[in-house]
């Protein structure tokens, strides 16, 4: 007999891989999941599956039609502002308070990334610079040393990923751009010109923000032929 621990640990498995399937691009916003198919491609039952899909509907990531399936759901541009906002003031206000000590040791931290970055993109692998990046701007946040700003930023981190996966061949396409950016913001916090931090963070966020709304689109009007064939 299966264990309630068992089913909760393949209900939870079920889910992270899926989460990450979405987040990764792997299954593209207007995407039809079904139940059967997860479960094959897993290697579990249904039900965990079927605990996994209801957990990430609430979190917004799919829509659920019963005996359908489940579509992913893409971002829209005003989620991609709102999400670029609270970047922009989480960055820019731990920036601004951070002592200097702490901006010089992660400083020298984000030159290290920022070489990584670069072999990253050097190799086409877009995936580990999107990991790095995250990690690179989360940084910024902790400068500032508040421990409540971090766990913030961390509840935008799925959101971010998703949205730099998005972008994905725009990201490659703009290395050099990027790159420097990258470097001014970090020269910006070294020398704690806040202003200058601002300045370029603002351009940086909308430098980057990837055509969201066809995707968006096409999951409404995926989503309108579903409810018209019912």
Known sequence: ??????????????????????????HQPGTMLGEAGLAADLDVSRTPVRVALARLQ????????????????????RTVAELADARFV??????DRAPDALRQKLADALDTSIHA???????????????????????????????????????LSDRHRF?????????????????????SLVEHLRTG????????LRGHLAENAPPTATSARTSTAFESTMLGNH
């Open 193 to 200: 010109d806040s202003t200058g931090f601002a300045n370029t």
């Open 90 to 95: 989480l960055e820019t206000t731990a920036v």
């Open 58 to 77: 609430d979190e917004g990531w799919i829509i659920i039609y019963p005996k359908r399936g489940a579509i992913v759901q893409g971002v829209d541009e």
């Open 1 to 26: 007999m299966t264990s309630s621990n068992e089913k909760t640990s393949a209900a939870e498995r079920a889910y992270r891989l899926i989460r990450a399937q979405i987040l990764n691009g792997t």
């Open 117 to 155: 970055q670069r072999e990253a993109f050097d190799a086409g692998d877009i995936a580990a610079f999107i990991d790095l990046t995250l990690q690179f701007h989360r940084g910024f946040v902790e400068a500032g040393d508040n421990q409540v700003m971090l766990e913030l930023y961390s509840q």
């Open 163 to 183: 949205i730099l996966f998005a972008s994905g061949d725009r990201l490659l396409d703009r290395c050099e751009e990027i790159i420097a950016e990258h470097a």
